[in-house]
């Protein structure tokens, strides 16, 4: 038995060491883990944990990977991590490693079980700003996104008539609502795939992007993820704004689609039975999350109230720091109404759940790396223009980075969101060719005031 275990052990750090070289090798390996653990997540509902005295997750197991290929990185050229936001996201991380340790110790491991999302977040996005994508790169990520994108569409609409045909039931999936058959990240994903498809289309019309891109708009709003619902809207607001003069481009084949596709959903939402529990659900959904006397929009309002008066009232290293990762694993609140609430793992909003764990220095340096980012995202799209040409994906990020922002406001941060964010950092780092003759004029600068200050003799021809 011992035998086996050394053989098992051999075998797993091996592979480990390999996944480690692969990822600091090629990006392409590190997206394909992340998005095949979130894809098989959504299909089996859940992958189970391996337990060795805490439970291992698959997501643990990629996170770790990710961080140890960063690094390599790195230490290979600290040009990987080069210019403010990179900094800024480093610090970020150092903070929330600082508040697992405090809370490991009196917590255990509720404090590793509630850092997890941070740490996913984190991760992803750290790995993917010390690779320097290529236009051809961005393109084949956003193509593999719509890809992905697709496919859980096409998950979506299996559940839907599984459900509909009495084979299985996924309300637990979506807390007893009809027709919520992913969670509320899936759906963001979803929405995502949407807004990239729309967006290449409108660069280079093709009639499928943009039927696959309405298709899946479509189950977006069916799915009656409000959180969803709000970044498309913020997502679509920012695309349309940047596009706005390239929209004329679009066919009139592409238009007529829009059009047809907008009619079938119509007849089927009005004219039908499931169409009916459909539309039913998406006004109370929407009834619910605006209800601020007695609906899901108040007492998440309750909370992040509660949250942030403790946190304000609390000494100055938690208001700095903030409380430690663990402490009040489930907090239970008793809202104005008598009701008790509970929060169990996050606050229902990332802001006010990284205030509250890394205090105020964590969320300054997370709001640094995302405002240097998105600020020069938006000065590149000013200069270089968004039209199809070279890089041609800074709108694509900056819409994707905001509708990320966005959804932050109800939902936690995760490894896909880290993607898109590290591979933001990552394309507007300073070029190694400009930081080459930046140096080499600050150089020649030393040189002359040294060369004055000697007064060294002239060499004249």
Known sequence: MTIISVAMSIVVIAAALLAVYRAHRSSAFGLGAILAVFVIEIVVEGIPPVN?????????????????????????????????????????????????????????????????????????????????????????????????????????????????LGLSD???????????????????????????????????????????????????????????????????????????????????????????????????????????SAVQGISNSFSSATDLSGGTGYDRLVIWQTMTTRWAESGISTWLFGFPYGIDYVLYILDPRGHLLDVTFSAHNFYVQLLYNTGAAGIAFASGAWVTTVGKLFVRVRQLGTRYQGQGYDSLLLVLVAASLVFFLTYQGSDFHGIILGTAIATTKPSVKRAFFRTVRLAGTRLGQWHRKENLPTISG
């Open 52 to 164: 060795v005295g805490v439970n291992i997750f698959a997501q643990d197991v990629v996170a770790v990977v990710l961080v140890a290929a960063s690094v390599l990185r790195i230490l290979a050229n600290t040009r990987n991590i080069s210019g403010l936001a990179s900094i800024f996201w480093l610090m970020f991380g150092v903070l929330i490693a600082f508040s697992l340790l405090r809370g490991f110790g009196p917590y255990g491991t509720n404090a590793v079980v509630e850092s997890r999302p941070h740490w996913y977040y984190w991760s992803a996005a750290l790995y993917f700003m010390t690779f320097r994508p290529t236009s051809a790169n961005l393109r084949r990520l956003c193509l593999v996104w719509i890809l992905v994108g697709g496919v859980l569409g096409l998950l979506v609409l299996f559940r839907w008539v599984s459900d509909a």
């Open 170 to 276: 996924y309300s637990a999936v979506g807390a007893g609502i009809p027709l919520r058959v992913v969670n509320a990240q899936t759906a963001c994903f979803i929405a995502f795939s949407a807004i990239s498809a729309l967006y290449l289309y409108i660069k280079r019309p093709k009639n499928w992007l943009i039927l696959l891109s309405v298709g899946l708009f479509f189950i977006v709003v069916v799915l009656q993820h409000r959180s969803a619902w709000t970044a498309t809207m913020a997502g679509l607001s920012v695309l349309l704004l940047l596009e706005r003069k390239h929209l004329s481009g679009m066919t009139s084949l592409g238009a007529g689609a829009i059009l047809v596709v907008s009619g079938l959903i119509a007849v089927t939402l009005f004219s039908t039975q499931w169409g009916g």
